[in-house]
């Protein structure tokens, strides 16, 4: 269980102060919750169960009012339906997704403004891992949410598109600011430092990163969120110089 208070230094407390909650759902899907302090909207990012989600936001006495969808996998939907149902939560799914989620009350896409109460969140696309794959992103609070499109020092499959969709999406996340927090929909990174190493054997950071990553791991402690200064040194898929030498590496690792 992970909790961070995020705040903007630069802008009045009220108007930027965030609670997030991120939990484990299924086998190794992550859900977060985030809750708007000034006006207690809360709004939760995939739901890959219902249980869980019912679990934490009654631990902590919140209802849920939104629930935004990155991509239409079944891993981060299932739960919707039940949630709806309990809650009245909308839901804001990708703006392709409208056959996996006909019942959503707002369909998505780039240039798109969402508020979770006082709190602005940007709809980008990020197509590559599936192709009406969004992420959502928090400029205020310097983060962003991008399901399956990165991991921690890892990268989503990809499904039958080419390879240039996700390396372009890839390139734009690592774009954002240093300290942006990203996270991510699936605790992959034991397999993807491993990856990582066998890939830049002499890259001290992710030499240091894959012990630290194994360390936390054995704790049962979260690798989610990561940073963009840290993908930048250690995600070897953001790294690749270009396009080929990215595919070559993606279907390195998904023989790995
Ligand atoms: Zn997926
Ligand atoms: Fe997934």
Request: net charge negative.
């Amino acid at each position: 269980m992970a909790r961070a208070r995020i705040r903007h230094p630069c802008l009045a407390k009220e108007r930027i102060a965030m609670d997030v909650a991120l939990f484990t759902c299924l086998a190794d899907n992550y859900a977060v919750l985030i809750r708007d302090d000034a006006t207690g909207t809360v709004a939760l990012v995939d739901a890959p169960a219902s249980e869980p989600v019912i679990a934490e936001l009654d631990r902590r006495g919140w209802g849920l009012d939104l629930i935004l969808v990155t991509h239409k996998h079944h891993d981060h939907i299932e739960g919707v339906p039940a949630l709806v149902a309990r809650y009245g939560a909308k839901v804001l799914a990708p703006a392709q997704a409208t056959d996996a989620l006909p019942q959503a009350d707002r369909f998505v896409k780039e240039g798109d403004r969402l508020m979770v109460g006082d709190t602005v969140v940007e709809v980008w696309d990020t197509p590559g891992h599936c192709a009406d794959h969004v992420s959502f992103h928090l400029p205020a609070q310097q983060m962003i949410f991008v399901g399956d499109t990165m991991f921690t020092m890892g990268c989503g499959r990809i499904f039958n598109l080419p390879p240039d969709m996700l390396y372009a999406a890839l390139k734009r996340i690592g774009d954002l600011p240093e300290a942006t927090r990203i996270y991510s929909g699936h605790e992959y990174t034991l397999s993807n430092a491993r990856f990582a190493l066998a890939t830049e054997p002499d890259n001290a950071a992710i030499q240091s990163r894959l012990q630290a990553v194994e360390a936390m791991r054995a704790k049962g402690t979260p690798t989610v969120p990561t940073t963009v200064a840290e993908e930048r040194a250690t995600n070897v898929f953001l790294r690749a110089r270009d396009v080929a030498e990215f595919a070559a590496r993606r279907e390195a690792k998904n023989r790995f």
